[in-house]
C-alpha cells in the first residue's frame, strides 16, 4: 500500500470511535473428550466460504489430535450447516449439537446467521466463536463472555475500504475529491460495513440499501446511475452477480467505472459468465494475512477441490485457540474455554503452533499464540484487538490475486 493511504488510514482509524463500555450451564463435559461442532455454510448464500472453513476446521483437529489432543483425548469435530437468515437450518445445528455436548461451536460465517442463534448457544454455556463475522453489532452483544471471533469487526474493514477508494479517484482526478456508490445488502453486516466504509471515505458519497432476496435490482442501480459515481462499492453476498449484471447492462459496469467489492462477495467462481474480461481490475478487502502457500498446501491435502482460502485461516485458529484454552484450563466446558481464551492469545511466551504452545503450558508458561491468520490477541469483547486486512484485485473473471504490498496490518478501531 503506499504510503500516503497508510498514513491517511491510521489517522481514520484513531478517529472513528470511543471504546463502548460493555462486556447458565456449562456446555459440554469437563472432564470428557473436546467437542467441537461447526456452524458454517453449505448451503444459503455464503455457501461458497463454507469449503475452506470446514477444511480449516479439520486441518486444526488433525493438527491437535496428532499433537496427542486436548488433555490426553482426541479433538471431536461435529459437522453442521449453517444455511442462511432465509432458513432454519442453523437453529436446526445448533439444537443437535447441544444435544450432542459440545464445549464450543464455530460459525457462523454469516453475522446475520449469529445473531439468530448466539442466544441459544451462549445460554448454553457453549463457546460461540466465528471466524468471519464480522458485524459490529456483535461487540458488545450480551453474551455473557461466550462469544469470540478471529476476524476483526467492520470498522476496520470498513475503514481500509473507504480510504483505499477515496486514494483510487484522487489518483484519477488529480485533486477531486470525487464521488462514490455504496450498495449493500440490508442486515446487520451489510448496513455496518457500509456505515463505517463511508465515515472512511473522504469525498461525497450515497449509500443504496437493496434488499437482497430481491428478483431483480434495476431500480437500485438506477438509483447509482443517478448519482453519476466516480467509483461503487458493493457490499453484498451472492446476489451481487446480479447486481454487477444490472450495473453493466445500465453503463456502470467495472470498465466504465472503478468497482470494489468485500469479503461476502470476493468470489473466483461466482462471476465466471459474466461478459469476458469485464472483472479484471475490479478490488476487494478480505479481512486476514495471506495465506501461506504452505497453508495452502495442507489445506489441500483435507479438501484437494478448494479454490479459494477466504477465512482458512482463521477458521484453523478459532479451532487451536479454542483446544489451547481448554488445555491451559484442564477442563473441556465452555465456561473454561471462555475463561482462558483471552489469556493464550495475548500477553504470555510468543507459540505459533497447537504442539509448540501446548509443551509451554505443560511447562507452566503463560502463552501468547500468534496463529496462522496472524495475532489474535483478544479484547474484552472477545473480539481481536490486532487484524489485517488484504487488498487483491481481479485479473479475470475467475481469479483474483493479492496485492502484497497494500496489505495493512494495525489496531481494530472502537466503535462510536
Not at 434488499?211 to 453476498?237: L, R
Amino acid at each position: 500500500m503506499q504510503k500516503s493511504l497508510k498514513v491517511t488510514l491510521l489517522a481514520v482509524l484513531a478517529s472513528l470511535g470511543l471504546v463502548v463500555a460493555g462486556c447458565s450451564s456449562d456446555g459440554g463435559d469437563a472432564s470428557g473428550p473436546l467437542k467441537i461442532g461447526s456452524l458454517l455454510p453449505e448451503t444459503g448464500n455464503l455457501a461458497f466460504l463454507g469449503p475452506p472453513e470446514f477444511a480449516g476446521v479439520d486441518l486444526a483437529v488433525k493438527d491437535i489430535n496428532d499433537a496427542g489432543g486436548v488433555l490426553g483425548n482426541p479433538v471431536e469435530h461435529v459437522r453442521g450447516d449453517s444455511g442462511d437468515t432465509s432458513t432454519d437450518i442453523a437453529q436446526q445445528t445448533v439444537d443437535a449439537h447441544i444435544a450432542a455436548g459440545v464445549s464450543a461451536i464455530v460459525g457462523a460465517a454469516s453475522s446475520g446467521v449469529s445473531l439468530t442463534v448466539i442466544d441459544k448457544i451462549t445460554t448454553a454455556g457453549i463457546v460461540h466463536f466465528s471466524p468471519a463475522n464480522t458485524s459490529a453489532d456483535l461487540t458488545t452483544y450480551a453474551d455473557d463472555g461466550f462469544y469470540f471471533r478471529s476476524a476483526p469487526p467492520d470498522t476496520f474493514q470498513g475503514a481500509v475500504l473507504g480510504q483505499l477508494m477515496a486514494q483510487d479517484i484522487s489518483g484519477q482526478e488529480a485533486g477531486g475529491s470525487g464521488n462514490a456508490v455504496f450498495m449493500n445488502l440490508d442486515d446487520a453486516y451489510g448496513n455496518g460495513l457500509a456505515k463505517y466504509a463511508i465515515a472512511a471515505f473522504s469525498g461525497t458519497s450515497t449509500n443504496i440499501v437493496y434488499n437482497p432476496q430481491a428478483a431483480e435490482f434495476s431500480a437500485d442501480v438506477a438509483k447509482a446511475k443517478a448519482a453519476n459515481p466516480d467509483a461503487i462499492a458493493i457490499i453484498g453476498f451472492d446476489e451481487t452477480t446480479k447486481v454487477l449484471a444490472e450495473l453493466i447492462k445500465q453503463g456502470l459496469g467495472p470498465n466504465r467505472v472503478k468497482t470494489y467489492l468485500v469479503d461476502g462477495n470476493l468470489s473466483s467462481q461466482a462471476y465466471k459468465d459474466l461478459p469476458a474480461g469485464i472483472m479484471k481490475g475490479v478490488k476487494a478487502t478480505l479481512p486476514g494475512v495471506l495465506a501461506s502457500e504452505d497453508l495452502k498446501t495442507r489445506l489441500l491435502e483435507v479438501d484437494p477441490a478448494l479454490t479459494d482460502f477466504s477465512y482458512a485461516p482463521e477458521s484453523y485458529d478459532a479451532v487451536v485457540l479454542i483446544a489451547l484454552a481448554a488445555e491451559q484450563g484442564g477442563a473441556t466446558d465452555g465456561t473454561t474455554i471462555r475463561d482462558n481464551l483471552q489469556a493464550v492469545s495475548a500477553g504470555g511466551t510468543k507459540c505459533y503452533t497447537f504442539a509448540e504452545c501446548k509443551a509451554l503450558i505443560a511447562d507452566g508458561e503463560d502463552i501468547d499464540y500468534d496463529g496462522v491468520s496472524g495475532p489474535i490477541e483478544f479484547d474484552s469483547y472477545g473480539d481481536p484487538s490486532v487484524a489485517t486486512m488484504g487488498i487483491y484485485e481481479y485479473t479475470a473473471n475467475d481469479a483474483f490475486t493479492a496485492r502484497a504490498d497494500e496489505f495493512i496490518t494495525g489496531d481494530v478501531p472502537a466503535q462510536e
